[in-house]
């Protein structure tokens, strides 16, 4: 029984692209990061990991209580926008 299949070849090789790009974003978001996470730190939009009550440790930054009640908040106001324009953009095409 033969298994040849014809996208075997090309979903290899764009797996190894797919890897090898996510392996370069990476190492280009370690380079850029470090400015960005300093900045974050400074303007205190996030603790350092050791203040934190989540944190990413390879970073060396989290959030602590108050913060993450506040992007809570933010996430939920943002929710209720889309389900807001949503239920006005399907009251609109009726």
């Known amino acids: 029984?033969?298994?040849n299949n014809?996208?075997?070849?090309?979903?290899?090789?764009?797996?190894?692209?797919?890897?090898?790009?996510?392996?370069?974003?990476?190492?280009?978001l370690?380079?850029?990061?470090?400015?960005?996470?300093d900045w974050l730190l400074e303007k205190k939009i996030v603790v350092t990991a050791q203040e934190?009550?989540?944190s990413i440790d390879q970073w060396g930054i989290g959030l602590d209580l108050p913060r993450i009640v506040l992007t809570g908040a933010v996430l939920l106001g943002a929710l209720a926008l889309?389900?807001?324009?949503g239920a006005r953009r399907r009251k609109g095409e009726k």
């Open 1 to 3: 029984m033969d298994n």
């Open 6 to 28: 014809e996208m075997d070849a090309p979903i290899a090789i764009i797996a190894v692209i797919s890897l090898v790009g996510m392996i370069g974003v990476g190492s280009l």
């Open 30 to 37: 370690a380079g850029v990061f470090t400015p960005v996470r």
């Open 52 to 54: 934190a009550l989540v």
């Open 82 to 85: 889309l389900i807001s324009a």
